[in-house]
DNA sequence: ATTGCTTAAAGG
């Protein structure tokens, strides 16, 4: 017998293995405020999870880091109901979509990647993406940090894709919990389609207003900054599409339900997949009995409709990887005109609908953090301009 | 195509 994960969090890679038994969660006293929000949730009906779920003092959400040890193997299929079709249509031949989202669903960041340059992006796919930067390695250590806060991390073993994505609906469900009853999440994946393109995402924070506002969860995302700069406003714009993305996704995840057929059917999975015996009793200790894949989805599709919609504020926090100082607190509206066309504009480049467009003249300065910028067309361009 | 390879997101 194994024992259960660390409760260490002194390091940032707690790997520890998951075995069977069920996981303990650090238990805390509940404080008034929390009580008082307990009440009121529970008062509207919102949450109905089984009792393990549902301790309300829990201090971290366990989530589940899939690891992989060989090449993952799906269960044949057995019969594919024929009412169910893959109502996305294929993405065209040849384009990128086809080529390098094909058997995954497009990223919150690849919409967000080419709307700051799609001539970066197709570099990137086509002759291997740069290095990260000294400043993306900060940032993802302070995310981490972040994450670490409210989230206790288990590994556990995944033999399949089904699995990989069922430990992904198990994470949602938990994040959601936890969100709601202690008011805050972070790191939470999201999918769902939009403009008839699969799109998945992980949501960096949610929490419920502290007043008695409103029940609608606010979504935000920190950015975090090498220099102590105000971001210019393409980085906000960037950063403003991204977080519309992911409201985009949890609403639609709330309000319509997840249309699992279409899933199953449009990345040829098996919803008769039998979990491996470690999956489900993972599955288990969070309080939910599922046997087959189709199962967790199931109970994925019911969390879904007992949660709210976020908020119409969206808010971007900027802080100094230094010294974790503020140096923008931003908040602005949800503005679905802009969203639906700016996602539009970037499918159209996805799917090979037209040519990758190059940064406009007033942004050309984004270049000089390019490293494509040499073998760029972009630079002739500017050079012809000028004669 | 490959940063870390299991994926997204990391910052400009």
Avoid at 164 to 182: D, P, T
Avoid at 287 to 315: H, I, W
Wanted: charged share 25%; net charge negative; aromatic share 10%.
């Amino acid at each position: 017998m194994n024992t259960t994960p660390s409760t260490s969090t002194s390091t940032s890679t707690s790997t520890s293995t998951f075995n069977g038994v069920p996981i303990q969660v650090p238990l805390e006293i509940i404080t008034e405020e929390e009580m008082a929000f307990l009440e009121a949730a529970l008062s509207s009906a919102l949450p109905l999870f089984p009792p393990r779920c549902s301790s309300p003092s829990s201090l971290f959400r366990v989530a589940a880091i899939a690891s992989l040890p060989s090449s993952p193997k799906s269960q044949s299929q057995p019969l594919r109901s024929p009412d169910i079709e893959d109502s996305t249509p294929p993405a065209p031949v040849g384009s990128l979509l086809h080529r390098f989202r094909s058997r995954r669903a497009l990223a919150v960041t690849d919409i967000t990647g080419s709307e700051w340059c799609e001539k970066q992006v197709e570099f990137g796919l086509l002759h291997g993406r740069p290095k990260r930067t000294a400043a993306m390695e900060a940032g993802s250590i302070r995310h981490a940090e972040l994450e670490e806060e409210v989230v206790e991390k288990v590994e556990i073993q995944i033999k399949s894709i089904e699995e990989s994505w069922a430990l992904k609906f198990m994470n949602f469900m938990v994040g959601a919990n936890q969100l709601l009853f202690e008011g805050l999440t972070r790191e939470l994946p999201v999918i769902g389609v939009v403009e008839d393109t699969w799109m998945i995402g992980v949501i960096d924070e949610l929490q419920m207003p502290v007043g008695e506002s409103s029940l609608n969860p606010c979504l935000v995302d920190t950015k975090t900054r090498y220099r102590a700069t105000i971001p210019s406003e393409a980085q906000k714009r960037n950063a403003r599409l991204q977080l519309m993305c992911y409201k985009y996704l949890w609403d639609n995840l709330v309000v319509n339900d997840f249309p699992t057929g279409h899933f199953f059917d449009h990345f040829a999975l098996n919803p008769q997949y039998v979990l491996s015996e470690d999956i489900r009793q993972y599955s288990s200790s969070l309080g939910f009995e599922a046997k087959t894949f189709e199962e967790v989805v199931s109970y994925f599709r019911n969390t879904c409709s007992m949660l709210p919609p976020s908020d119409e504020q969206l808010l971007l926090r900027y802080e100094l990887q230094s010294d974790h100082s503020i140096l923008e607190e931003y908040k602005f509206s949800f503005d679905a005109n802009w969203f639906k066309n700016e996602i539009q504009k970037r499918l159209e480049f996805w799917r090979g609908e037209r040519e990758a467009e190059y940064v406009s003249d007033a942004e050309r300065w984004k270049c000089r953090f390019c490293k494509f910028s040499a073998s760029c067309p972009v630079t002739l361009a500017s050079s012809n301009k000028a004669e």
